[in-house]
């Protein structure tokens, strides 16, 4: 036992930043850039120079992950214990 507290269900016990790093597929087509993450397949970015293309397909990316972790929770069991992991 680690002698750290257990979270109530439901709460968030140690709220961090998750930092992942994820693969981008980039390519240009015509006067766009355009990626998409092998890891996260219903995300994608555009954008008229390379950096905007990145940082638009990190912003879907971040709307997947929090899409994917509120309908987990929401279809979590009653009484489930959850926490936070860093990975």
């Given at each position: ?18 930092r ?68």
């Amino acid at each position: 036992m680690s002698g750290l507290p257990i979270a109530p269900p439901c709460q968030v016990l140690y709220p961090v930043a998750m930092r992942n790093r994820y693969s981008a597929i980039v390519q240009r087509d015509g006067k766009w850039f355009v990626a998409f993450c092998p890891e996260v397949p219903e995300a994608n970015g555009q954008g008229k120079t390379r950096e905007e293309c990145l940082q638009s397909l990190a912003a879907a990316i971040e709307l997947v992950v929090d899409y994917r972790r509120e309908q987990g929770l929401a279809n979590a069991p009653r009484g489930a214990e959850q926490t936070s992991i860093l990975v």
